[in-house]
């Protein structure tokens, strides 16, 4: 096959495999949070932004607003935001550390903690379905596969730079 051909062939799958994990993610998050709310009494408000907002507090607590916002790539005032709900809602604590009265952190209550973990199960079939697929390639499949991804994300951040950079300044 001609390389503009199989360049098309592979841009081709891309944008399939883009649309299929779409809709994957969509359902997924579908029934993630039909279980959480089958799970967990009032609990209609929480979204996907919240629910990754208690999993990073419970992989890291006890966490700040600037590194929360770092670790999910989220605005502090997005997550000054969604911190002030889930507080309100009493899926995670204020604290603060011995060494530092000023800075305020964030714990799960056990109630956020009961999420995390419903949260991390689903998260760990995901990941185990994924490395089963995965293991049918060869170590030199799977080094190509590294190498495309990885040039993807970095060729992605770039051009979410360059469109940043382009956006009209205020």
Not at 127 to 137: G, P, S, T
């Amino acid at each position: 096959m001609e390389k503009a051909t199989t360049i098309q062939h592979v841009y081709d799958l891309l944008i399939k495999t883009n649309h299929q994990l779409e809709q994957y993610h969509q359902r997924e998050s579908m029934s993630f949070l039909e279980e959480v709310h089958e799970h967990f009494d009032g609990v209609a408000s929480l979204n996907l932004t919240d629910i990754h907002v208690i999993d990073c507090i419970g992989r890291h607590e006890p966490i700040n607003v600037t590194t929360l916002a770092d670790r999910i790539e989220l605005s502090k005032g997005t997550v000054s935001k969604v911190s002030t709900k889930l507080l309100k809602e009493g899926w995670i604590r204020r604290t603060q550390l011995n060494d530092n009265k000023k800075e305020i952190y964030f714990r799960l209550t056990p109630l956020g903690k009961k999420l995390f973990l419903v949260h991390e199960r689903l998260h760990n079939k995901v990941q185990h379905q994924l490395l089963q697929f995965l293991d049918r390639y060869s170590t030199e499949e799977l080094n190509v596969l590294k190498r495309l991804l990885s040039d993807g994300v970095g060729f992605l951040g770039a051009m979410e730079r360059h469109d940043k950079s382009e956006e009209p300044k205020d």
